[in-house]
């Protein structure tokens, strides 16, 4: 298996991943962010699909660190405070260092690989690729962060304003 198949496996692996993350929560916010987080893995998918295929390929900015805050922020403006089972915590926080470690793979990944690239077009690309999958550890770890506090607050989490932004 090439480079390219392995990582649009990764990116395959990733969708499937976090779109079983948003069905296995009842919590309408921690859903919103893991179906973006899996449509940002099927953005990764097709650009090295392109890539692939010798077809110009670009790669637009990944809005996710925004969506998550914007979902949160609409939620609670809808006076539809998020709800977590106290006794569910840990497995959350279990699954969610777990995607965060996967993350972390897929970013030494792409940035290996871009060392390892004499296209300029390609390893342009991987450094992107390892950017986003940063903004995505960061993402995760604020909803660690958030769930795991025993003083929950909602409107913090959205706000997110103990976080550095990107």
């Known amino acids: 298996m090439d480079i390219l198949e392995f990582a649009m496996q990764m990116e395959k692996d990733g969708e499937t991943y976090y779109r079983n993350m948003a069905e296995g929560t009842t919590e309408p916010g921690f859903a919103g962010v893991f179906k973006r987080l899996a449509e940002t893995e ?41 709800q977590i089972d106290p006794n569910a915590i840990d497995k959350y926080v279990e699954q969610y260092k777990f995607a965060q470690g996967v993350e972390a793979k897929s970013r030494d990944f792409y940035r290996e690989k871009a060392d390892e690239c004499c296209c300029d077009e390609a390893k342009a690309i991987f450094l992107r690729l390892a950017d986003e999958e940063e903004k995505h550890i960061w993402v995760l770890e604020n909803i660690i962060e958030s769930v795991s506090r025993p003083s929950f607050n909602w409107i913090e989490f959205a706000e997110w304003h103990h976080s550095e932004e990107y």
Do not use: C, Q, W
């Open 42 to 82: 099927v953005r990764h998918y097709d650009v090295l699909a392109a890539l692939k295929e010798e077809v110009p390929a670009s790669l637009s900015d990944d809005t996710i660190p925004a969506d998550a805050k914007n979902i949160f922020a609409e939620l609670i403006e809808a006076g539809k405070e998020p």
